[in-house]
């Protein structure tokens, strides 16, 4: 059973750019939570999508955008960047429901030059 | 008050002993628990959940929950070096938070031989 696919796994950009982060979850998972970690901040929940709606956000920027499609594929964008958006951006899937077990992604590490 | 706060280590133990690492949470999250362990540049993995009170056993590992007390532990018994890492405790929000996880900082565990 494949696990949580998140591409690119690297990328480096430079501030004011924007950038498109993918996340295929779990066969059979429709939740898809996105998490930001840096060192000084930890692990920070970002949104989270189920059935293609946003039903949760964390208490970030507008810049920080997401979307999921029907197959519960998801994307996070990050508009107009900074250098504090450096971050490793991690994905997690997720069954149906509410405070079940989150299976991260290997993450894709955003440098921001 | 954090919602989830974890001692950041590191917490060193010989190999053979038993790891103990302790979560404490205050009164805005919920009765779902998860231990994640993190290698240094890694994704996040999950270890165990734990909703109910009591203990819950998975080879090596048995997390712990006690509500009266609102702590969660993760004890880990014949640590070995490849136990190293940080671990990471989570638990979903009180209210209206799905599948959202809030993290603790993580404790770093070294476990020596």
């Known amino acids: 059973k494949a696990g949580v696919t998140q591409t690119p796994r690297y990328l480096i950009k430079t501030r004011g750019q924007q950038v498109t982060l993918s996340c295929s979850p779990i066969?059979?998972?429709?939740?898809v939570s996105w998490y930001q970690q840096t060192p000084g901040q930890g692990l920070q929940f970002l949104f989270e999508?189920?059935?293609?709606?946003?039903?949760n956000k964390g208490n970030f920027p507008g810049r920080f955008s997401g979307r999921q499609f029907s197959n519960s594929r998801s994307e996070m964008n990050v508009s107009t960047l900074e250098l504090g958006d450096s971050a490793l951006y991690l994905c997690?899937?997720?069954?149906?429901?509410?405070?079940?077990?989150?299976?991260f992604g290997q993450g894709t590490r955003l440098t921001v030059v | 008050q954090k919602e989830v706060e974890q001692n950041s280590g590191p917490l060193s133990v010989p190999e053979g002993a038993i790891a103990s690492l302790n979560c404490t949470y205050s009164d805005r999250v919920s009765q779902s628990f998860f231990w994640y362990r993190q290698y240094s540049g890694k994704s996040p993995e999950l270890i165990m959940s734990i909703y109910s009170n009591g203990d819950k056993e998975d080879g090596r590992f048995t997390a712990q929950l006690n509500k009266a007390s609102q702590y969660v532990s993760l004890l880990i018994r014949d640590s070995q070096p490849s136990d190293s890492a940080t671990y990471l405790c989570a638990a979903t929000p009180l209210s209206g938070g799905y599948n959202k996880l809030i993290f603790g900082a993580g404790t770093r565990l070294a476990v020596h031989p």
């Open positions: 997690a899937s997720s069954r149906t429901g509410t405070g079940t077990e989150a299976f």
């Open positions: 066969s059979g998972h429709r939740s």
């Open positions: 999508y189920f059935s293609e709606t946003q039903r």
